[in-house]
């Protein structure tokens, strides 16, 4: 990586921390007309800064408001960034990577949840984000609607985490568990439970959540291209 | 820089301008006719040549009303009272509330439970608590008693600590015969200016030690705050109205006479005052009526443009409990909302019995609760963001997304820093701890640090070290 890549990449990571939306938009177009895949300016800039704030944010040092306004920069330079997706023909076409992710019935949280959305949409995912509450048919429907790859369960009750489990077993009731992926977080699961129920991953935080979703997903593909 | 507490943004007026003229002139008519009772020779002496009429023989001083509205006047309406390091140095009156601390004999022992009386080492880690404290801007000598120091010098011993131990400013009282001169002596020392507590004995009285009180540190250009401590049925009238004159009347001849001394000399309005408890006979001091009180005095000092003080929040409660927490939470928001310049409050229990080191940080948080109210209602443009509630609009219109939550919440919103807002799973989670537990824990990782070192110069404290083994011998506690 040349200097010039370098520094564009840390202009762009310190825009989403100075929550300064025309900069990150003017830094995204330069980005690609230097031809920056714009992946990686969004990991290694927009998301690097979006993950610093989001560890601000849970030691207490920075608050909802400068959060969220981080993730809107981040969103806006995105959607100059996903432009240039289009121009590119030969990326992604075979790859529609779609997730549903809600938080489960009876739990309101929003935040973790909404958070992770966020960060998967940045990643290249296509994200259908259910919201709070949402029912056990209201999740497996939207996985058969959206042919989703990958389902993200949040629950921050442990009061509301066996919904998850209950989630689980509807897609095996309706012949779906082999087409989707589960993950699962939030402040109420941990790695055994996630194990328990029958996840195939556990998200600790936004930005693990988004690894391990990756990591599904190449492992999905790769299962995909044995099929054929 | 100084530290200068909080702006009054808000304030309560219990009294109609009538009424206070009332009060003010029956105040004098009672100064002039009944008088107060000094004993204290050298009190009425110079009372007397300012142009009392003083009778030597029932030690009473009658006082000219223009003498006392002369006094009223050479008294600073706002001063600043110098700490040991300069930065803070508190300034006091004008539109300003400050907080600082109670006082008491007993502490609550953290690790323990039990209640006991305090030692030397208590007086040590409740001032570090004080010090570190956001909120506190000022501290009151924390003990009247310390149970491992003779009695006659546990006041001079915690000036000497207070010294020793805080950066912030210092107030003392002055309880014991003879304490003055030592505090003051060490007070030089330092080079600091105390608050002086005075306080007239009621109805109508000074004792010696008080009266030589307001002399000796008026003398030095020390801030004499001057308070009535009545007990309203007992040691002045039952009404509230007749306890603020009567009250007027004591502190009035206290600044008075403090006035004559040293003209100009800071002085403050000092409020003490709670009903009798009728079924116990002790003082009802968690009482509502002493937070009407303590607004309507903070309302005279603003009359009189003296800078005015509260030994105020004060509870009956003799635990951390809801108890403490209605009754301090009353009385603060009634005192502060009156305008009192400096509210000393912050870990008291059961009449000022009781020191508590979870309620100090519940205090802290209090006062940061407080100092809110006092702002008040911002209203700028920016503040009524008409052209934001045009743009967010109807749903899904969202205001958390917008630059103007960011740029003006922190501003508007007061965020605490000990009170639990945890949704109930996450509380449950972390232990379904309440607010004395949480204090409890902050408070004893706040007391497993070290003891800092003493803040002063080596022949500074020399000198302290000094002093105090004169006071003991003097006193006659060591040989």
């Given amino acids: 990586m040349t200097l010039d890549e370098n520094s564009i990449l840390e202009s762009l990571r310190q825009s989403v921390i100075s929550c300064d939306e025309d900069e990150a938009c003017r830094l995204a177009r330069v980005a690609l007309n230097m031809g920056f895949d714009p992946l990686v300016a969004i990991e290694r800039g927009l998301a690097a800064g979006l993950r610093e704030m989001g560890a601000a944010f849970d030691r207490h040092d920075i608050f909802l408001p400068d959060l969220v306004i981080a993730a809107e920069t981040m969103k806006a330079a995105c959607s100059v960034l996903e432009s240039g997706l289009k121009e590119l023909p030969s990326h992604r076409t075979s790859d529609i990577r779609t997730v549903v992710i809600g938080t489960v019935q009876n739990d309101i949280h929003d935040i973790g949840k909404s958070l992770v959305a966020l960060m998967l949409f940045c990643a290249g995912w296509n994200v259908v984000d259910l919201g709070t509450d949402v029912s056990t048919d209201g999740f497996v429907d939207a996985v058969v609607e959206n042919e989703a790859t990958l389902l993200g369960l949040s629950s921050l009750l442990t009061t509301t985490a066996p919904e998850m489990a209950k989630v ?4 095996e009731k ?5 087409k989707v992926r589960v993950i699962v977080g939030g402040g109420a699961v941990d790695e055994v439970y996630a194990k328990r129920i029958g996840a195939d991953a556990y998200g600790a935080n936004a930005s693990d959540a988004v690894r391990q979703s990756n990591a599904l997903f190449k492992e999905l593909e790769g299962g995909r291209l044995r099929d054929s | 820089m100084t530290v200068r507490g909080y702006p009054h943004g808000m304030v309560l007026n219990p009294l109609s301008q009538q ?3 009332q009060i003010h002139e029956s105040t004098l008519e009672v100064l002039r006719k009944t008088g107060v009772l000094f004993e204290h020779e050298e009190a009425l002496r110079i009372l007397g040549e300012a142009g009392c009429e003083v009778d030597f023989d029932t030690r009473v001083a009658k006082f000219p009303a223009g003498l006392v509205e002369g006094c009223l006047r050479s008294a600073p309406s706002s001063f600043t009272l110098r700490a040991i390091e300069r930065e803070y140095d508190l300034h006091l009156g004008g539109t300003r509330v400050a907080f600082s601390s109670g006082t008491a004999v007993d502490v609550l022992d953290t690790l323990s439970g039990e209640r006991r009386p305090a030692t030397l080492k208590d007086a040590v880690d409740v001032i570090r608590i004080l ?35 805080a950066k912030k400013s210092v107030g003392h009282g ?35 030690s008080m009266a030589d009180a307001i002399i000796q540190f008026s003398r030095k250009k020390h801030c004499v705050s001057v308070s009535q401590a009545i007990a309203c049925g007992a040691t002045g009238p039952v009404t509230l109205a007749g306890t603020l004159i009567q009250g007027n009347a004591e502190i009035l001849a206290g600044i008075t006479l403090s006035q004559v001394v040293s003209p100009g000399n800071p002085n403050m309005y000092c409020s003490y005052t709670a009903p009798l408890d009728m079924r116990s006979g002790g003082m009802a001091v968690g009482s509502v009526e002493s937070a009407i009180l303590g607004a309507a005095v903070g309302q005279l000092a603003r009359y009189y443009r003296i800078p005015s003080r509260t030994l105020f929040p004060q509870v009956n409660a ?10 301090r939470a009353i009385q603060l928001v009634m005192t502060v909302l009156g305008g009192i310049s400096i509210i000393c409050f912050a870990g008291q229990l059961d009449d000022e019995k009781t020191m508590c080191y979870e309620q100090i940080l519940i205090d802290d948080e209090l006062c940061r609760m ?22 967010v609009g109807p749903l899904p219109g969202n205001f958390l997304i917008k630059r103007h939550t960011r740029d003006h919440w922190k501003k508007e919103h ?32 706040m007391l497993e640090e070290p003891v800092p070192e003493c803040r002063l110069p080596k022949e500074m404290n020399q000198e302290i070290t000094r002093i105090l083994e004169a006071v003991e011998r003097e006193k006659g506690v060591i040989d």
């Fill in chain 2, 174 to 208: 002055v309880a014991f015969p003879g304490c003055a001169k030592w505090q003051i002596e060490m007070a030089d020392v330092v080079g600091a200016q105390l608050i002086a507590g005075a306080g007239a004995v009621p109805p109508l009285s000074y004792s010696h």
């Fill in chain 2, 131 to 165: 010090d570190k404290l956001d909120q506190i801007h000022h501290i009151f000598v924390p003990f009247g008693i310390l149970s491992d120091k003779p009695k006659e010098v546990a006041f001079e011993w915690q000036t000497a600590l207070t010294f020793r131990h």
């Fill in chain 1, 174 to 178: 309706r012949g779906l568990r082999s």
């Fill in chain 2, 370 to 391: 407080v100092a809110r109210i006092l702002e008040g209602i911002g209203f700028t443009p920016e503040a009524m963001a008409v052209d934001l509630i045009h743009e």
């Fill in chain 2, 414 to 445: 007061m965020l605490p820093t000990l009170f639990n807002r945890s949704p109930f799973e996450q509380w449950r989670m972390e232990g379904s701890k309440d607010i004395v537990t949480m204090a409890r824990e902050k408070v004893r990782a």
């Fill in chain 2, 19 to 21: 009424q206070i003229e």
């Fill in chain 2, 318 to 327: 003799m635990v951390p409990d809801q108890q403490s927490g209605i009754e």
């Fill in chain 1, 168 to 171: 689980i077993s509807a897609l």
